[in-house]
């Protein structure tokens, strides 16, 4: 089966009554990289933790959400946390613990690895995301850039299979950008990644689905959803400049 | 003032005392502080032997001594305040000024131990001494979201100031409780993505 | 009211460790039985929030500022014994992390202000919140008992200092309560204000938000109330009783030998004494009765200005 994450029909309401998502349905194919994009408020996070079962907070059986052919449920919700990493919009929530090391080791100590195994994905973990040396590191010393990176690395320690990322490159100058951009490059998982930076989306995905006030109002190709102008601005969003130019530092710095 | 008095730049300092076991010198300084504490006010032996091993290691620990002074300077008020009481109706146990030497030693034997080793080393020793687990990760948590909290207390109340014309006190302590409830609702929803962001790296 | 090391001795250290570590015990089972696991990471933000909190410089007069604790906005917020844990660690982290208040004090400062504060403190809100329902009771609520766990704990914290013979328990006492009666204000306003801010743009914090039925809880607090209760009869009563030789009498009746119960009491030098200072310490104990009602009285005030309206009883809205 190739379908990697499969949403059929996905509503949520939050407490107040507000309707967060509304009759939200697509699906990303493994090895791909899909692009969300919309306005603020459009349920962009909201749906991204509803991909490893944060949300709804009463995990249900009606299986709105697929993961690799199994649906979301109560029973089968610790394989889909460890087949679905998601790092957070802010990686102060997510960095919980006072060293990178620790906090890289957090996820393969929960997964139940010996000490050893947990030493070796902590040391992969950190080579991936460009962090080596950085274990004994206290978290609340990083840089921004270096908190997002060791986000990632603490995702990427769980070995998952898709990788969901909520406004990966916000708040990140355009060097901390760009080697971000170049790392998740490199990494070969399934993406779902909801982003407002339109650039990334261009360089990154291949397909990207625009949500707007809960509901799904447009889906396809990136190039094609871009540079349609009207469509664009339609949902608070516009047409990105790197369409229109081409970058002037390349592809990879 | 919040980086002075945070002074938990120098637990990364790196010196002899620093290298120590964290076990070694919290036993050590538990010794010291019982001993001082315990100590009738004659046994000048023990004062001036424990006075001379902590000079020693302050000077091993490459802590700032105008930082070690300001410190100990905190506990003149209260010594003032215990020396004033006992002018009015003498204590029994011995003069202002041995509590003065008392407080001073133990203060300064737990100024070094904190400045030189890591939280999370004292942590780890106080999990060791079966200190319960829900306590361990609450301090853990408070450690790592101090100082995140703390700027951004300040990060408010600098904006709220910013937009504050009136000198008036009654507007400052209505900024400043704002400010203090939003940062608690803040915090409140932190928890709840910290909790999120735990589950969803497998936690139970 | 950090007590340092050197002005408590051995046996008081020693008595107010093991008094905590049961309150504390106590606590952190409630605590694991009660607490939603999805509110765990709150006990240790809440913490947070209190350090950060009580370094807020609410300014007075001149240069002074006030401060809050905040053991009383805490019980009102998470429950009794999720405050104590989260008064434990705050006082934990500033001990050894800030060398502020002693290590082996440690015992006694969380007695004081993390028990005695939040169990005497907790009492007196639920106690004024069931005589006023809706926001304003809150309101008041939070400041009276704010004010009253602020003398509660300093006096507990005399008794400490009397009964180790650093500071006499008449002046201890008088200076104390006296200075803390002031303080205690403060943090009766601020607790009232922030308590406020809190409900206006999260009213569902400030419910009883933990879950359980008011009335299972009272269980709980009777726990750490007599606890409280306890550790200040081998603090306080020893000094504050009127009557010392009707006392002994009575135990001497009852074969009973005081001098177990009171250890190594330091008697007060008879010879050498100011005079009035017997004197002064029944007239702050007067002062503060007094000041109770006068406190109470304000809080009311307080409350009735800042809630324009009296708001529904939020134990009504409870989904």
Known sequence: MNTAIQVANLSYRYHDGTEALRGVSFSVQQGECVAVLGPNGSGKSTLLLHLNGLLPEKLGWNGAVGILGQPVTPDNIDTVRRQVGLVFQDPDDQLFCPSV????????????????????????????????????????????????????????????????????????????????????????????????????????????????????????????????????????????????????????? | MIGDWIGHHHSHRDSLVARLPAGLKLGLALVIIVGTVLA??????????????????????????????????????LVLG???????????????????????????????????????????????????????????????????LVEEAERMRRARASRTFTPRRGARWQTLSTVVGQLFVRASERAERIYDAMCARGWK | ???????????????????????????????????????????????????????????????????????????????????????????IVQCFLFADGGVLALGANIFNMAIVGVAGGYTIYRG?????????????????????????????????????????????????????????????????????????????????????????????????GLLAVLGIAVFVAPFACPWPDGLESVAAKLGFDHRAVHLRVPAPAPDYQMPGVRWAAGATALAGAAGTVVVFGLALLLARWLVREPGVDPRLTRP
């Open chain 1, 101 to 253: 090391g620790e906090d890289v080791a957090f996820g393969p100590q929960q997964l139940g690895l010996s000490e050893a195994e947990v030493n070796a994905r902590v040391q992969k973990a950190l080579a991936q995301a460009g962090l080596t040396g950085f274990a004994r590191r206290a978290t609340h010393h990083l840089s921004h850039g270096e908190k997002r990176r060791a986000c990632l690395a603490g995702v990427l320690a769980c070995e998952p299979t898709v990788l969901v990322l909520d406004e990966p490159t916000s708040d990140l100058d355009p060097r901390g950008r760009r080697e971000f951009k170049a790392l998740l490059r490199r990494i070969p998982a399934t993406k779902v990644i909801a982003t407002h930076d339109l650039e990334l989306v261009v360089e990154l995905s291949s397909r990207a689905i625009v949500l707007d006030r809960g509901a799904v109002v447009a889906e396809g190709p990136v190039t094609e959803l871009l540079n349609n102008e009207e469509l664009m601005l339609a949902h608070g969003l516009e047409r990105p400049h790197i369409l229109r130019h081409s970058h002037p530092h390349g592809e990879d710095t």
């Open chain 2, 40 to 77: 009738p006010p004659q046994a000048m032996g023990w004062f001036l032997g424990v006075a001379l091993l902590l000079l020693v290691a302050v000077v091993l620990s490459r802590i700032p001594l105008l930082f070690l002074l300001k410190r100990l300077a905190w506990l003149s008020p």
């Open chain 2, 82 to 148: 215990v020396a004033l009481v006992n002018a009015l109706q003498p204590a029994a146990r011995g003069s202002w000024l041995t509590v003065a030497a008392r407080s001073a030693i133990c203060l300064l034997t737990i100024i070094l131990v904190s400045n030189t080793t890591p939280f999370s080393r004292i942590l780890r020793v106080l999990k060791s001494a079966r200190v319960p687990g829900l306590l361990i990760t609450t301090l853990a948590l408070m450690h790592r979201y101090l100082f995140v």
């Open chain 3, 1 to 91: 009211m950090h007590i340092p090391d050197g002005f408590i001795d051995g046996k008081t250290a020693a008595t107010t460790a093991l008094l905590s570590a049961a309150g504390v015990g106590l606590a952190l089972r409630q605590v694991r039985r009660r607490l939603a696991p999805r509110r765990v990471p709150l006990l240790g933000l809440a913490a947070a929030f209190l350090f950060a909190a009580q370094m807020v410089n609410f300014p007075v007069a001149g240069g002074t500022s006030g401060h809050l604790l905040g053991g009383v906005l805490a019980a009102a917020l998470l429950g009794p014994s999720a405050a104590i844990v989260v008064l434990t660690t705050v006082l």
């Open chain 3, 128 to 224: 004024v919140c069931r005589a006023l329902p809706g926001t304003r009771g809150q309101v008041a609520a939070v400041a009276f008992a704010g004010w009253c766990s602020t003398v509660l704990a300093s006096i507990s914290c005399a008794g400490q200092l009397a009964w180790s013979g650093t500071v006499a328990w008449p002046a201890g006492f008088t200076a104390m309560a006296l200075v803390h009666m002031l303080i205690g204000i403060g943090e009766g306003l601020i607790g009232a204000l922030v308590f406020l801010a809190i409900q206006r743009t999260r009213p569902d914090l400030t419910g009883e938000s933990n879950g359980s039925a008011p009335s299972r809880r009272w269980g709980e607090w009777v726990g750490y």
